[in-house]
């Protein structure tokens, strides 16, 4: 499975981004995809997560009412709609897959990751 993450971007705070997702390969072998992001210094943190059907993870209070997750399943994509964003956003945001995880938000139970896309959220 390959992933392909796109979308970020230099945005002022209170702006909004759509980060992209897409998945190729053998998707059919992946239970659930999340969205997880790193700040410089930081820990890998777990920001949302869905499965091909659509059932996600209650989200983080640290992004709750702010971001959402969805899915297209016939173009294999999933996408991360942020809004109201805040300087502490400023992350490389990763998309991951898990072939067995349900509703995971550790990083070590994903099996497929993307490349990482850098959101910075400027004052």
């Known amino acids: 499975v390959q992933l392909q993450a796109s979308g970020g971007g230099l945005v002022q705070a209170g702006g909004s981004l759509k980060l992209s997702c897409a998945a190729s390969?053998?998707?059919?072998?992946?239970?659930?995809m999340g969205w997880f992001r790193q700040a410089p210094g930081k820990e890998r943190e777990f920001v949302a997560g869905i499965t091909w059907n659509g059932a996600s993870t209650p989200y983080p209070d640290s992004v709750k009412g702010r971001f959402s997750i969805s899915r297209d399943r016939a173009k294999n994509t999933v996408y991360l709609q942020m809004s109201s964003l805040k300087p502490e956003d400023t992350a490389v945001y990763y998309c991951a897959a898990s072939r067995t995880s349900y509703r995971s938000t550790v990083y070590s139970q994903y099996d497929y990751w993307g490349q990482g896309t850098l959101v910075t959220v400027s004052s």
């Open positions: 390969g053998r998707t059919f072998s992946t239970n659930y």
